[in-house]
Nanobody, 127 residues
């Protein structure tokens, strides 16, 4: 069982930055690939980024590539999402999620591929 708690959301002007954190409980954090998703009002939850259990491999949605950076600290059981050059269209509730590491199939971008979810943190970008 993994429990996830996100923090770091807030209101920021367009062009600004935020860093989201996701703290995980349990001693098996390092065996999970970790993802960030977001959901805007009236829209489906969408993939943002993923980092492999080791932190070596990362992948991003095209909409955030070059602006967002995912990282993790396994000693602190925490995954981060650094968001720069924020745009109004980045406004959403951001969720972190955990999926057991799966070798070469590490890149998972579908909601149903993740076993555990946090409660979400609101990010609002004003124009």
């Amino acid at each position: 069982q993994v429990q996830l708690v996100e923090s770091g959301g807030g209101l920021v002007q367009a062009g600004g930055s935020l860093r989201l954190s996701c703290a995980a409980s349990g001693r098996t954090f390092s065996t999970y690939d970790m993802g960030w998703f977001r959901q805007a009002p009236g829209k489906e939850r969408e993939f943002v980024a993923i980092i492999s259990w080791s932190g070596v491999l990362t992948a991003y949605a095209d909409s955030v590539k070059g602006r967002f950076t995912i990282s993790r600290d396994n000693a602190k059981n925490t995954v981060y999402l650094q968001m720069n050059s924020l745009k109004p269209e980045d406004t959403a509730v951001y969720y972190c999620a955990a999926a057991p590491e799966n070798g070469s199939s590490w890149l998972r971008a579908r909601v149903n591929e993740y076993d555990y979810w946090g409660q979400g943190t609101q990010v609002t970008v004003s124009s």
